[in-house]
Structures are given as C-alpha cells and as structure tokens.
C-alpha cells in the first residue's frame, strides 16, 4: 500500500495562475481532508469529504476548491494563487473523522 | 464551535528530564474524539493516540502518557526520561459531529542532550 500520495512535493506560482494539488489514498478511506501549515499556526482546514460526492469547508476554504469523484481521490484546486497562500499543504485521508488520520508526505507551495 | 488550545508555543528540556505538553479544548458535543499527533523535523505528521470522550481513563505507552480530564477540557501529555528523538512539534487535535477534525496550532518541544 502506497498510503497517502501527494503530487507534486514542491511548487512555484506566480501571482494569479491556477493549478491543482493532487491527493490519492489506497486505503479505501472515506474521510478525506486538506489542511495548509503555516508558522505559528498550526494546521489549519481547508476543506474535508466524508466520502464520494461530498465534500464542505473548513476554517479557511478561500481561494480553494475540492472535488471527490472517487473515494481515491481528493484533488484541491487553487483558483487564482495569491502570496497568502504560500504555505505547505497537507491531505489526510481516515475511515471517518472520528478515526487516525493517515497524513500524505506534503506539498510545499510558494506562490511570488 | 470547536477550538484547541495549546497555550506552550516552544519548550526546551534537557535529556532525561519529564515534560508534560498541554492541551485544552472547547466543545458543545458531548461526544467527541482527542488525538495527538507528532511532527519530527523531516516534516511527517505521525498519528500517536486516539481518545474518546467516553473514556477517561489515562494512557501509558511506553514513555508517553496522556491525562483526559472532562472536568478541566484537557488532554495533556507526559513524556518520562526525554530523549533527543522526542524533539519534534506536537499537535492536539478535536472530531465532533460536524465531521471537522480541528488542530491546535502545535508546541515546539527541544530536548536538548
């Protein structure tokens, strides 16, 4: 089992463009969740799914939107990058919320 | 709504000495699920226990131990007779039935040889 996979490990934007972080479990988990860490802040929620076709937000889902099509998969889009959002991204991937997260390796994004 | 505090931003200890990590939270569901979890400095985010609001008793594993206490909102954790592998940022964590796993924002722990 590959576990949590994230893609890619690191990134660079410009102000404005738009790109997808991809997130793939093979655990068959239903919970699905992103969070970005920032110093000092901890991690914070950005959006979560409780299973395919569902999907809400979290503390701070601005800028970023989630889609799950799959129980696989849990991809989160940024719209229009800003410098606000330069951070390391993380998804987490559990049978429920009530469960162990499994945490992917992470995606450290900078946007100039 | 939820919250987490974790009020110890950074501690520093020396080898061999105990350390006891905070947590305290705020929540309106009667049930509810408290994690830690440990981040070393290769980046990683490592699942160390799960708790339940139904179970108060306390935990030991190994040198790690956890104090649930209902009546104070904390989930405390004790590390006995430190070593430098300890150092790592640890992080509390709330679930109640909205299905949002909540974080505090992490306690820097240096254990220092």
């Known amino acids: 089992n590959a576990g949590v996979t994230q893609t890619p490990k690191f990134q660079v934007l410009k102000t404005g463009q738009s790109m997808t972080l991809q997130c793939a479990q093979d655990?068959?988990?239903?919970?699905m969740s992103w969070y970005r860490q920032d110093p000092g802040m901890g991690l914070r929620l950005i959006h979560y799914s409780v299973g395919a076709g569902i999907t809400d937000q979290g503390e701070v889902p601005n800028g970023y939107n989630v889609s799950r099509s799959t129980t696989e998969d849990f991809p989160l889009r940024l719209l229009s990058a800003a410098p606000s959002q330069t951070s390391v991204y993380f998804c987490?991937?559990?049978?429920?919320?009530?469960?162990?997260?499994?945490f992917g390796p992470g995606t450290r994004l900078t946007v100039l | 709504a939820q919250k987490v505090t974790q009020a110890q931003t950074e501690i520093s200890v020396v080898e061999k000495e105990d350390v006891t990590l905070d947590c305290v939270y705020e929540t309106r569901d009667t049930t509810y699920y408290l994690f830690w979890y440990k981040q070393p400095p290769s980046g990683e985010l490592v699942f160390l226990i799960r708790r339940n609001s139904f179970d108060e008793q306390n935990e030991i594993s190994g040198r790690y131990s956890w104090n649930f206490q209902k009546s104070t909102s904390s989930f405390n954790f004790t590390i006995t007779a430190s070593q430098v592998v300890d150092s790592a940022v640890y992080f509390c964590a709330l679930s109640e039935g909205d299905d949002k796993i909540i974080f505090g924002k992490g306690t820097r722990l240096h254990i220092l040889p």
């Open positions: 655990m068959n988990h239903e919970y």
């Open positions: 987490a991937s559990s049978y429920s919320s009530a469960g162990e997260q499994f």
